[in-house]
């Protein structure tokens, strides 16, 4: 005599099958960082970092980059102003007779060429990385500068762009804390970047000052 299945019992609940229906994830904190780059493909590959084998080394996260539309907008600053100094040098000096017009107009117009020609590099090296508790913000080479802001002291975020920045879709991401050195401007980034960034640091930032 052979025992017939139980009518009441369903392939369903055999231990194989409640073993592959549990296949939710366990509920994890949130960490502070964004789920996706909305800016794929429209920033730097690669930051710049010293040739020093002394040079800071971080843990946590990886370094973002801004967009090289920042060069272009930089340059084109800049360029723009030399172009005036050389104008100003050449109606004073020719037309004004002004003989001191050479040497401050000489000063400045190297001033703008050396910032020209270093300004592609240095823009390479400006980067931010998000960690558990903070943001961190570098730029320079030679003089290399660190700020490490950390998301509860976080009281504003603002977004500004000029008229270059609206016209090739960057602006710069403002951070304002209690203590005002700490301020940090992350300078040329795509503006959906930094409208996802502005959105997703105020909401951890709020969770971090109500102690969720």
Do not use: C
């Not at 296949?23 to 800016?39: G, K, Q, R, W």
């Not at 700020?147 to 304002?176: E, N, S």
């Amino acid at each position: 005599m052979t025992n017939s299945p139980d009518p009441g019992t369903t392939p369903d609940s055999s231990p194989a099958s409640r073993v592959t229906d549990a296949t939710e994830p366990p509920a994890t904190s949130a960490a502070p960082v964004p789920a996706a780059d909305v800016a794929d493909g429209q920033s730097f590959d690669r930051i710049v970092e010293p040739k020093s084998a002394n040079r800071l080394v971080l843990e946590g996260g990886v370094w973002h980059q801004i967009s090289p539309k920042y060069v272009t907008v930089q340059l084109i600053s800049h360029g723009s102003f030399l172009a005036v100094v050389v104008v100003a040098t050449l109606v004073l000096a020719l037309l004004l007779h002004q003989p001191w017009a050479w040497l401050v107009g000489g000063v400045l117009a190297v001033i703008q060429i050396w910032t020209l020609a270093i300004m592609p590099r240095q823009a390479r090296a400006i980067g931010y990385r998000l960690r558990e508790d903070d943001l961190v913000f570098r730029r320079g080479i030679l003089w290399q500068r660190f700020v490490a802001v950390p998301y509860g002291r976080m009281q504003l975020i603002d977004i500004t762009h000029g008229p270059l920045d609206r016209g090739f879709g960057i602006a710069q991401l403002k951070f304002v804390t209690a203590a005002a050195a700490t301020g940090v401007v992350i300078p040329g980034l795509p503006q959906a970047t930094a409208e996802t960034l502005r959105d997703h640091l105020i909401e951890v930032a709020e969770s971090r000052r109500t102690g969720l």
